[in-house]
T-cell receptor, first 112, second 116 residues
Framework: AQSVSQHNHHVILSEAASLELGCNYSYGGTVNLFWYVQYPGQHLQLLLKYFSGDPLVKGIKGFEAEFIKSKFSFNLRKPSVQWSDTAEYFCAVNAYDYKLSFGAGTTVTVRA | DTGVSQNPRHKITKRGQNVTFRCDPISEHNRLYWYRQTLGQGPEFLTYFQNEAQLEKSRLLSDRFSAERPKGSFSTLEIQRTEQGDSAMYLC??????????????FGDGTRLSIL
């Protein structure tokens, strides 16, 4: 079974600061990797995914993530955050069995 | 909006009562998933269907839990004899089966269950 670890529980930063959220997973086989975001009062939404090819993937709203296989990592980045990026961010992984394993989530608070 | 729809949004009940939640997936999605999320944690997988077939159940799904998807469209999740520990947000998601496990799952708003 897969497991996912997110390094930060809560991140607070100012607008225009850069954001990086760490995600590590444990699974020896081929995986698909996802970042989901949950804005206050809304449902989980897909930010981006990786399943093969270029390990640097770009998602919506200026987010990107890099898959580093040797480190079992899939860190999320955004060069310059906005107040509207305040949300909870979840890293998730699945393999051939479709079911997603999620990390505990990171709450990001962006101060105007 | 033709996203995943869940009803009710909130359910408050006394311990020992039975509850049933409904999920309507995106119409062309043939895979449907149930997850449970407690405070401070990410969603945890409970079960999933492809069309009307229930393909996998988590060990989290005790005998008091049952899920159905009778016609391969909407799904229900029933909890019998509810316990305090059942208090959580119950999330439903759907996806296309074609293309494999990298198909993204689309989530509903969830049903928040509170046990008194």
């Amino acid at each position: 079974a897969q497991s996912v670890s997110q390094h930060n529980h809560h991140v607070i930063l100012s607008e225009a600061a850069s954001l990086e959220l760490g995600c590590n997973y444990s699974y020896g086989g081929t995986v698909n990797l996802f970042w989901y975001v949950q804005y206050p009062g809304q449902h989980l939404q897909l930010l981006l995914k990786y399943f093969s090819g270029d390990p640097l993937v770009k998602g919506i709203k200026g987010f990107e993530a890099e898959f580093i296989k040797s480190k079992f990592s899939f860190n999320l980045r955004k060069p310059s955050v906005q107040w509207s990026d305040t949300a909870e961010y979840f890293c998730a992984v699945n393999a051939y069995d479709y079911k997603l394993s999620f990390g505990a989530g990171t709450t990001v608070t962006v101060r105007a | 909006d033709t996203g995943v729809s869940q009803n009710p949004r909130h359910k408050i009940t006394k311990r020992g009562q039975n509850v049933t939640f409904r999920c309507d997936p995106i119409s062309e999605h043939n895979r449907l998933y149930w997850y449970r999320q407690t405070l401070g944690q990410g969603p945890e997988f409970l079960t999933y269907f492809q069309n009307e077939a229930q393909l996998e159940k988590s060990r989290l799904l005790s005998d008091r839990f049952s899920a159905e998807r009778p016609k391969g469209s909407f799904s229900t999740l029933e909890i019998q004899r509810t316990e305090q520990g059942d208090s959580a947000m119950y999330l439903c998601a759907s996806s296309l089966a074609a293309g494999g496990a990298d198909q993204p799952q689309h989530f509903g708003d969830g049903t928040r269950l509170s046990i008194l």
